[in-house]
């Protein structure tokens, strides 16, 4: 069966879409079948695997996900291979910044998203299906809430890494009124050993009830920031960094919990 696993935190530059990029390639890398759906008008998951020219391609011949759910169709329309054996992408749009005026017009705006995956995660063709979010808490995050089984909340090790995340909370406590969806885990991302912040955010992850803090961590290393300029996993750019490590045993560890 199909996993949809959607990458959320309304505190920017936590590294959603760094982790779904990376998660998306090793998750691949280990057999799994993976779409990716770019959900943020930064086109960062996008560019994670085209230079900018390829994306804004994408984005100027209406090959994107904004398309697809302003037209109402199924993504399976949008899908571009990447590079990469078994891992696509439904490329993001800038003009994803006017999906909250389209969705208000819609019957049942909140299902939207999950419409269009319909057809692609009943032919069960891929293993996973990751969604990569914007900073944001408005209608359109809540379809990509409503469209994903699990949820990953990727957290930087940062002063105000925390901030925010009660809101988060209480947010996705709302929607579990109208949609199933589990919290697989937090994960603390951008650790810098020269700071004191890592210790300092798992015990304070790990004082909430119910929550999974995934065991991996994700270091910040210069391999992860020079692959993206190369619009290339960190597997694929470093594969000895640390972080591309750290990625491979992430993919593991989610492999291992999302059956749970
Ligand atoms: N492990 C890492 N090591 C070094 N730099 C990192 C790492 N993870 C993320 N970054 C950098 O931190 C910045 C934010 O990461 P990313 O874009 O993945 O976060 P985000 O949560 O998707 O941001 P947004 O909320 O804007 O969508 C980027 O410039 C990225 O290159
Ligand atoms: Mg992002």
């Known amino acids: 069966m199909t996993k949809t696993i959607c990458f959320t935190n309304n505190k920017g530059g936590s590294g959603k879409s760094t982790v779904c990029a990376n998660l998306g390639y090793e998750l691949s890398k280990a ?15 996008t560019l994670s695997f085209f230079d900018r020219e390829e994306a804004f391609g994408f984005d100027q011949s209406g090959n994107s996900l904004y398309s697809a759910v302003r037209e109402k169709k199924s993504v399976k329309e949008y899908i571009v291979n990447t590079p990469y054996a078994n891992l ?9 910044s006017q999906i909250e005026y389209e969705l208000f017009t819609m019957m049942q705006r909140e299902y939207a998203l999950k419409k269009c995956l319909e057809a692609v995660k009943t032919s069960g063709e891929y293993d996973y299906i990751l969604i990569d979010a914007p900073p944001t808490l408005g209608t359109w995050v809540i379809n990509i809430l409503c469209a994903s089984d699990k949820i990953i909340i990727p957290v930087e090790a940062s002063p105000w890494g925390l901030f925010g995340l009660a809101n988060m909370f209480d947010f996705l406590e709302q929607i579990s009124e109208v949609t199933k969806l589990e919290v697989l885990g937090v994960l603390i991302t951008k650790v810098d050993e020269r700071k004191n912040y890592y210790r300092q955010t798992r015990e304070s992850l790990l ?4 929550i999974k803090v995934f065991d991996t961590c994700i270091h910040v290393d210069s ?8 619009s290339m996993p ?3 750019y470093k594969k000895n960094s640390r972080c591309a490590k750290e990625f491979v045993k992430f993919a593991e560890e989610v492999i291992e919990n999302v059956n749970r």
């Open 31 to 45: 057999g799994k079948k993976v779409l990716l759906i770019d959900g943020d008008m930064q086109l960062n998951l």
């Open 88 to 96: 696509d992408i439904v490329p993001s749009s800038t003009l994803l």
């Open 207 to 210: 004082g909430l009830d119910d």
């Open 223 to 230: 391999a992860v920031e020079w692959a993206q300029d190369n």
């Open 234 to 236: 960190v597997g694929v």
